[in-house]
């Protein structure tokens, strides 16, 4: 006795059989029809579909020699326990995340050596003027943030991130639809038709990002992107001289989920941008395969100043290579009040005036 093949409806998932009268494969359940060889095809597809594979091999560990040990200082914030890397003279600084004096130097040891170090290009005298502007024109600012000492906490500091690079082959399902409409002396119709779309292919990704420190905040630090990893040289602790750098504590095992799922959110927008002349577009799976993949360590450039008004914590960030910069600000409540009583008064003066110019003519 010989096992016959069972379709299961790409619509809806109901099993579905021949119908006689059409001569085509009909779905019970939600009325619709297939002919036998797209049906087949769609079968064949979905064999043929790419496996999910994201695999990333281990990134080989390099650490610090001797001799760059001895060339740089480890602290530990002992208010928000940071950890900060610093150059040999360094004698005394403070944490760039809370703001809190840290001068016990510690051993430093065990640490990965990055691979690469994207230099800064602004430096500390640009970026305290691109703050000092940032600030201007902002009346409801409390004068807390424009004062001198406050700009004078804004420190450079390295950031630890992953670099991933892969090849990678991909393939998708889309359902999509095609409608038109019309009308008659009695009614409107609209007719919907179902299709479904296969795409595949390959897409290169070279330096996906991953923020490696749990200190700076995701979001932020993707506000600031890009950074130009073409201008990245191989890691030399001289680049730290004048600037910190902050420890990863976020291995690149942790942060493999997040570069799939950037890649993933990219690939699937490169193939959905393949697809043309349906009214709707709906993606119903994907898979992803990696070839080629490796990992890198990389230190990139930020100026970095936390500061906490009434309880509440503020960050501002700047890309220390190319000078874009991002950060949320408070508001002073009683300059609010006075700001906007300010403004009531002047728009109710002016509405007295147009009502004694109207009644006068």
């Known amino acids: 006795m010989s096992n016959l093949k069972q379709y299961k409806c790409p619509s809806c998932g109901g099993p579905i059989n021949y119908d006689i009268a059409s001569g085509q494969l009909k779905c019970p359940y939600c009325g619709s029809k297939f002919e036998i060889d797209t049906l087949q ?21 390099q ?4 001799t760059e040990e001895s060339q740089l200082r480890h602290y530990v914030c002992d208010s928000c326990g940071g950890e900060i890397i610093a150059d040999v003279n360094t004698g005394a600084t403070s944490c760039p995340y809370c703001g809190n004096p840290v001068i ?5 040891s065990g640490i990965l050596k990055p691979d690469l170090v994207v230099p800064f290009k602004i430096d500390e005298k640009q970026a305290k003027e691109a703050y000092k502007k940032h600030l201007k024109g902002k009346p409801l600012l409390p004068k807390f943030f424009k004062d001198e000492n406050r700009i004078n906490e804004l420190k450079g500091i ?6 991933y ?7 998708a399902r889309y359902r999509t639809t095609r409608s038109r409409t019309w009308s008659d002396s009695d009614y409107n119709y609209t007719e919907t038709s179902y299709y479904s779309v296969y795409r595949e292919g390959e897409i290169g990704f070279d330096n996906v990002p991953v923020d490696g420190s749990t200190n700076i905040d995701d979001v932020l630090m993707e506000s600031i992107e890009p950074f130009d990893i073409d201008e990245a040289v191989d890691f030399k602790t001289a680049y730290l001289a004048g600037y910190l750098a902050d420890k990863y504590d976020i291995s690149a095992e942790e942060s493999k989920e997040q570069a799939n799922q950037r890649m993933r959110t990219s690939a699937e927008m490169a193939l959905a941008s393949t ?8 993606l119903e799976s994907m898979n992803m395969g990696l070839n080629n993949h490796t990992i890198k360590y990389c230190l990139l450039p930020v100026y970095i100043l936390n500061t906490t008004y009434k309880g509440q914590k503020y960050t501002f960030a700047m890309n220390g290579q190319t000078g874009k910069l991002v950060g949320d ?4 409540k009683g300059a609010y009040a006075m700001y906007f009583s300010i403004i009531f008064v002047i728009v109710a003066v002016i509405a007295y005036v147009i009502q004694m110019f109207i009644i006068g003519g």
């Open 41 to 61: 095809g769609y079968d064949e597809d979905l064999k043929n579909t790419v496996e999910e594979e994201l695999n990333w091999m281990d990134k080989p560990e």
């Open 63 to 66: 650490f610090f020699t001797e």
């Open 104 to 108: 016990v130097p510690q051993k430093f």
């Open 158 to 163: 390295y950031v630890p991130f992953w670099l």
């Open 165 to 171: 690079d892969a090849e990678v082959d991909m393939a």
């Open 275 to 282: 697809i043309r002349g349906y009214d709707s577009i709906a």
């Open 329 to 332: 600000l408070p508001v002073d």
